[in-house]
């Protein structure tokens, strides 16, 4: 026997075997991050795994307004409904909608009207449901006209964007090279801050793009054009209800192209969408940069 620590053919045996024990250590932590890197592949994510997720149910549970001949109503559906997808069959193979990805507001969508408005200039819109949720509790108490409860919303509205355009990807009908934001409220705080450059124009309706720093500003790519519309006393952003969010969004447009900020009159309001003159602007606004779009 060799006491440890002795030499033994130019070696420490205590060096042996410590660099027997390193390997085999490396070998177990190799082994165990394939095995790790294999499960992940297979699991996340995953074509059994998504359709049960709660951000796939905001999209499953998505509003449709489509256009239909002129003289008829826009056909109002559900992603999943019957009478889309008939609708959809009838549309020669190679249609293409220009789209709008539409956020609702901190209570859900609302009056549909708005949507059917739009889908008489020939846009397809699309607007996933936030509370499709199994967890979404509120951020906002309408009662009292105030929000700023359960702030992570904001995080779960800027995901929904992003996840409804990995799945507007897959649908043929979609024409991705003209794609549009529209955001209201709560809605228009995550068009205001999604930084991706996807849409060739965007729309935020009843937000001020003021307010604590983690809902402040305006992200979008310095060269898209934006139009922001609110009104000039709306109730929900009076200082007795709200720190710091007075103003417009037009503080942070600087000189994007084609852009503006617009006050509508009115401090008993929230809603801008029965204003005649707001909804003329956003359908001229979308109308013009969709006849700018490439190939037009």
Request: aromatic share 8%; proline share 7%; hydrophobic share 40%.
């Amino acid at each position: 026997m060799v006491a440890a620590g002795r030499d033994c053919g130019g070696y420490r045996v205590m060096d042996i075997a410590w660099r027997m024990a390193w390997l085999v250590l490396a070998g177990f932590l190799a082994a165990c991050d394939a095995s790790t890197l294999n499960r992940s592949e297979t699991l996340n994510p995953s074509a059994l795994t998504e359709p049960a997720s709660d951000i796939a149910r905001t999209f499953d549970d998505a509003r449709v307004v489509l256009p239909r001949r002129r003289g008829q109503p826009p056909l109002v559906a559900r992603m999943g409904d019957d009478a889309l997808h008939r609708h959809l069959a009838g549309l020669p193979a190679s249609w293409r909608f220009p789209t709008i990805l539409y956020l609702h507001g901190c209570t859900g969508l609302g009056r549909i009207e708005p949507m059917t408005t739009l889908a008489q200039d020939g846009f397809a819109i699309i607007a996933p449901n936030s509370f499709a949720r199994r967890f979404r509790p509120l951020q906002c108490r309408p009662s009292r006209q105030t929000g700023g409860e359960n702030v992570f919303v904001f995080e779960f509205r800027l995901v929904e964007i992003s996840y409804a355009l990995h799945r507007m990807a897959a649908l043929p009908w979609v024409d991705l090279d003209r794609l549009f934001l529209v955001g209201t409220s709560e809605g228009g705080v995550a068009a205001a801050l999604y930084r991706g450059d996807e849409f060739l124009a965007r729309v935020i309706t009843q937000w001020t793009c003021n307010g604590a720093p983690f809902i402040r500003g305006l992200a979008a790519p310095p060269d898209e054009p934006v139009l922001a519309i609110v009104r000039r006393g709306d109730p929900w952003y009076h200082p007795s209800r709200t720190a710091a969010q007075e103003g417009h969004c037009g503080q942070f447009i600087g000189q994007r192209p084609r852009s503006r900020s617009l006050l509508v009159e009115g401090d008993d309001h929230h809603d801008i969408y029965g204003n005649a003159g707001a909804m003329r602007a956003i359908r001229d606004f979308l109308r013009d940069e969709l006849l700018r779009a490439p190939g037009r």
